[in-house]
Nanobody
Framework: VQLQASGGGLVQAGGSLRLSCAASGLTVRSYTAGWFRQAPGKAREFVAASSWSGGSTYYSDSMKGRFTISRDNAKNAVYLQMNSLKPEDTAVYYC??????????????????WGQGTLVTVSS
């Protein structure tokens, strides 16, 4: 199983980036897909998730309205569209897949498979 995250880079505050996560060895439509991030010196935090059933999406309050998670089951991929980026969004972003219970969907230990991370740097 491999999750390959890409799309990170350097962007100015207010700009946008679209992260991609390509999956191999698993079928994305059968898993809840999540994005987490980890800033230097900080714990990994939840960003967004898309339930395996496809019907629900979840966002951290600080990203709600700015970030959008989506999936393309035909391409076996998950995406994170990030708009209105802020310097505090600077972090390594990780995609993950698992079958968490609804109450645990924001918990990183509920996800079994992880990508290698892609660095997003937002300059002020």
């Amino acid at each position: 199983v491999q999750l390959q995250a890409s799309g990170g880079g350097l962007v100015q505050a207010g700009g946008s980036l679209r992260l991609s996560c390509a999956a191999s060895g698993l079928t994305v439509r059968s898993y809840t897909a999540g994005w987490f991030r980890q800033a230097p010196g900080k714990a990994r935090e939840f960003v967004a998730a898309s339930s395996w059933s496809g019907g629900s999406t979840y966002y951290s309050d600080s990203m709600k309205g700015r970030f959008t998670i989506s999936r393309d089951n035909a391409k076996n991929a998950v995406y994170l569209q990030m708009n209105s980026l802020k310097p505090e969004d600077t972090a390594v972003y990780y995609c993950a897949a698992g079958r968490p219970i609804t109450s645990g969907i924001m918990m990183s230990n509920q996800y079994r498979y992880w990508g290698q991370g892609t660095l997003v740097t937002v300059s002020s």
